[in-house]
């Protein structure tokens, strides 16, 4: 059983086919990696599975369920959360209220609620911040948690994004360049953390990077996209050693 | 009964200077709430406040409503037609909303131009004056409390979160339209109760009293006292209510200093005055302070 079943997705802008006919299949508490060059096609096929855009054509289920033409919150609500290649945090927000607004998905208290401030509103809002708090600890940004988010350090960015995107209780979790702009220590960390929260919340995880140390180290299957079409798919050793790979990608003598 | 004391221990005229500062304080929450909050440019908020004051005075004065009744009737006038123009509207961003909101309040205002019942170009007059010090000031109150609890709840952080980055937000489970059509709505609702104790303050309105340069001095305060902070927009509000009274000493040159001193402002504090304090930062600025001495 796949968690995540996508059948000949494609996707147009204008003439322009950004991804063609891909089909994937990741299995619950996979590490699933998307690798190719520049343009492939891999932010677009995360902005299909969340719903930002609507594929042109092509099926999508998660967990058995079809959500291709879905609303991005609606999509979000069932339980995949996302970081992005360009780091899209609530910069004048307080670090604890980025995570806070992750809980909105699971969360239900409404205006009147809100405005009346009613018990129940508030029983949610103990637990959404005592949730939050968690979250940020197991990130380390707990100190740092008045602060506005575009004061934290890039680094730390990325791991607040990451905690909010887990504010949702997602079961699939699709990060995009986690490891962008860190050095090699902070890398190594990362994908000890990645592992980390797989396994402490039964998460699937679908990464796109451009690391192949990352990739390579950390996924237990890798799908490789070339101008929108998928060109191989397997274990990092089988996705190594393709010759169609190491000609479009990994170059030749690598 | 309070009134009456204030009018006999308060000079008229500081006396009215106040009851302006609680009314706008009511008329720019609201826009807070769209502009400031949810990040929503709307440039007509004089168009809300002229359907709560032309509502409002039209059931007092050939209904013979009640205040609070005329009050209620204006504000939800205003409140609906703001739900009503946010659905299609709200989908679009930044400058074009700004032109679809200023569009709608010269609409509005054109529509009563030509209003039977609401005298035309002559305006309305012998509306009672309802509006006093006290009733001005709990409606302050109660407003500024509801505003707090919303903006600190779920749904107040999702509207910040709207203003901030509608993509993120909607990866968070927000259904930002839902969200946006929400804050128009109740910051229209803002602007109609405003409408509605500014005309029964005044006796007389017409339609001129809500044109498009009211929009701007109600979007002045919200810009200049800080884009989402409640406290911030009251500071906006009671500085540039009586920074014109003040400047009646220059006399012709009034709108001069009045200009250059927001635009001294908006050079020195971009983010409005206290767009980005936090009692937070203030005592983290403090904290600093003591350990250096």
């Known amino acids: ?203 699937t995880i679908i990464l796109v990077e451009h690391d192949m140390n990352l990739v390579m180290n950390i996924c237990e299957r890798i799908a490789v996209l070339d101008y929108g079409r998928k060109i191989a798919e397997g274990t990092p050793t089988q996705v190594k050693n393709d010759e169609r790979v190491i000609q479009s990608y990994l170059g030749v003598g690598a | 009964m309070l009134d009456a004391f204030l009018t006999q221990t308060i000079d008229a005229y500081y006396l009215r200077i106040m009851i302006f500062i609680g009314i706008n304080i009511i008329l720019a929450l609201g826009l807070n709430l769209i502009t400031g909050v949810t990040g929503q440019l709307s440039m007509g908020h004089a168009g809300f406040m002229s359907l709560g004051a032309y509502t409002s005075a039209i059931l007092s004065t050939q209904l013979d409503a009640p205040f609070a009744l005329a009050l209620l009737g204006g504000a939800l006038m205003a409140a609906f037609f703001g739900f009503l123009i946010g659905i299609p509207t709200l989908r679009l961003e930044g400058d074009y909303l700004a032109m679809v909101t200023i569009g709608f309040a010269e609409i509005i205002r054109v529509f009563f131009l030509n209003f039977g019942p609401g005298g035309k170009a002559v305006g309305l007059s012998g509306i009672p004056q309802e509006t006093g010090f006290t009733v001005v000031w709990l409606l302050v109150i109660a407003v500024i409390f509801l505003n707090r609890q919303l903006l600190n709840s779920r749904v107040g952080r999702s509207l910040y979160a709207i203003r901030e980055n509608e993509i993120a937000a909607e990866a968070c489970g927000v259904n930002t339209t839902r969200m946006k059509v929400l804050a128009f709505t109740v910051g229209s609702l803002l602007g109609g109760l405003g409408g509605g104790l500014y005309s029964h303050y005044m006796y007389y309105i017409n339609p001129q009293d809500f044109g498009f340069m009211k929009s701007i001095e109600l979007l002045n305060m919200v810009v200049l006292g800080g884009l989402g902070s409640i406290p911030g927009t009251v500071i906006g509000v009671i500085i540039l209510t009586i920074l014109p009274e003040m400047l009646r000493i220059v006399d012709e040159y009034r709108l001069l200093f009045y200009g250059a001193l927001l635009v001294i402002l908006m050079i020195f504090r971009p983010n409005g005055l206290l767009g980005d304090v936090r009692v937070y930062d203030i005592r983290k600025w403090w904290d600093k302070r003591r350990v250096k001495e």
């Open chain 1, 1 to 203: 059983m796949s968690i995540l079943e996508m059948t000949k997705i494609s996707q147009e802008f204008g003439g322009l086919r950004a991804v063609d006919a891909v089909s994937l299949s990741v299995s619950p508490q996979e590490i699933f990696g998307i690798i190719g060059p520049n343009g492939a096609g891999k932010t677009t096929l995360f902005n299909i599975i969340t719903g930002i855009y609507q594929p042109t054509e092509g099926q999508l289920l998660f967990q058995d369920r079809r959500i291709d033409g879905m609303a991005p919150y609606d999509i979000a609500r069932l339980g995949i959360g996302r970081t992005f290649q360009n780091i899209r945090l609530f910069s004048k927000l307080s670090v604890l209220d980025n995570v806070r607004v992750g809980r909105f998905g699971v969360t239900r208290s409404g205006f009147w609620s809100g405005l009346l401030g009613l018990p129940g509103g508030r029983r949610e809002e103990k637990e959404t911040k005592s949730r939050s708090m968690e979250l940020l600890e197991m990130v380390d940004l707990t100190d740092k948690r008045h602060e506005y988010a575009e004061n934290l350090a890039y680094g730390e960015q990325r791991r607040l994004e990451i905690a909010r995107a887990l504010a949702l209780n997602p079961s699939l979790l699709l990060l995009d360049e986690p490891g962008a702009g860190m050095n090699a220590g902070e890398k190594e960390e990362l994908m000890a953390f990645i592992r980390r929260i797989r396994d402490q919340l039964n998460l």
